[in-house]
């Protein structure tokens, strides 16, 4: 190995204090994490520890100058052997990558990643809750931890990875609010990043559309106001007539794994796909004309949401009752089973934790 990671594991677990029948999304912090330091250029000092605090100057460059990304994956058991698996961990290392390089910031190696991950659900597999729709969300996180006042980029940093079991996602369908004054990304930006900075400034907007009665924002482009963009943290998809349409990815959008799951599994079974821009007048057109049978949004925290609504410039739009839905209920469940090894891993995005040389019980 070349970077050899160092556990310390915990004196006394934390599980007991855990309502696994009422788990609330980030919640319940597993009871390790994995810590690396980027010193002096170079990855060093890789290490799985109990989860808690830690100290930090306040003059620390991510507070600041926002050098701060992160991931969001999941991880289930194998329905049948129980073995944690991991869901296409390669897509999510690519993106923290392209997120690192846009932010000037160190890319991580992937053994670091996938052993930090290895290690870290080997000894919390315990935390991997097991109940219908429940996961083991996984957050790894990087950030700028040089403590400078200067504005550039940091020359250190320190990249982390915790989790939390997360029970299923029930919500009920959506209802966005278009939105004609705010934008979450623009050309040139850092949309396609997972910068944390790009969630806060969307935490007002959201706060607004809430305010109104809305769940989420659908974003539509920031030049012309009229291309759907994403819906809250989603990406959005359409089913127009018998296609699936979804736009295609810019700098102004992320790239979702869901999104890119969900349009392997459509294109298999043999449904047509368009990956093309869509306007809110399109949209709305086949709304009038009947031809928009579903929409809904992806991503990992609720794996497909359904929209029941939206509304632009003040008028609603109501989409069928979700009873009439083929493709959406379908693939979610296609989707959720696949995680689970209940579907053949027909693309190989299944990948087994191992057992690593430790032993591990929660003392
Ligand atoms: C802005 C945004 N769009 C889309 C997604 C969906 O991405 P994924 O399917 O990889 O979770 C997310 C969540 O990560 C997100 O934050």
Not at 54 to 68: E, T
Not at 77 to 100: Q, Y
Not at 164 to 190: H, M
Request: charged share 25%; hydrophobic share 40%.
């Amino acid at each position: 190995m070349k970077y050899p990671i160092s556990v310390e594991l915990v004196e006394k677990s934390r599980i007991s204090e855990v309502d696994f029948s009422n788990l609330v999304f980030g919640r319940n912090i597993s009871d390790h994490m994995f810590v690396a330091d980027y010193i002096d250029g170079e990855w060093t000092d890789c290490r799985i520890v109990p989860f808690g605090p830690m100290l930090m100057s306040p003059a620390i460059m991510a507070l600041h100058y926002g050098q701060a990304i992160f991931e969001g994956m999941k991880a289930n058991k194998d329905a049948k052997t129980g073995v944690p698996l991991l869901f296409r961990p390669e897509m999510h290392i690519e993106r923290i990558n392209r997120s690192a390089v846009r932010m000037a910031m160190q890319p991580i190696p992937d053994e670091i990643f996938m052993n930090a991950l290895n290690y870290l659900l080997d000894i919390d597999r315990a935390w991997i809750p097991e109940s219908e729709g429940s996961a083991l969300y996984i957050r790894p996180h990087m950030f700028a931890i040089d403590a400078t006042l200067g504005v550039k980029a940091s020359d250190n940093y320190r990249f982390v990875i915790m989790t939390s079991p997360v029970g299923p996602y029930y919500p009920k369908p959506i209802r966005l609010l278009v939105s004609e004054k705010y934008v979450r990304a623009f050309p040139g930006g850092v949309g396609f990043a997972k910068a944390a900075g790009n969630y806060g400034a969307t935490l007002a907007p959201a706060a607004q559309a809430k305010e109104k009665g809305f769940d989420q924002i659908l974003w539509l482009d920031g030049i012309e106001f009229k291309y759907l963009q994403e819906c809250g943290t989603m990406n959005i998809m359409c089913v127009i007539g018998d296609t699936v349409v979804t736009p295609n990815l810019t700098d102004t959008i992320l790239a979702g794994i869901t999104r890119d799951s969900i349009l392997h599994l459509i294109r298999d079974i043999g449904l047509k796909i368009e990956e093309r821009p869509i306007s809110i007048h399109e949209v709305i057109e086949a709304n009038k004309s009947g031809e928009l049978k579903e929409m809904f949004g992806t991503g990992t925290a609720a794996v497909l949401s359904h929209v029941s609504e939206f509304s632009y410039k003040d008028e609603i739009y109501t989409l069928p009752p979700l009873e009439g839905r083929k493709v959406g209920p379908m693939i979610k469940k296609v989707l959720e089973d696949y995680k689970k090894g209940i579907q053949p891993d027909k693309f190989n995005w299944l990948i087994p934790v191992k057992k690593t040389i430790l032993i591990t019980s929660h003392k």
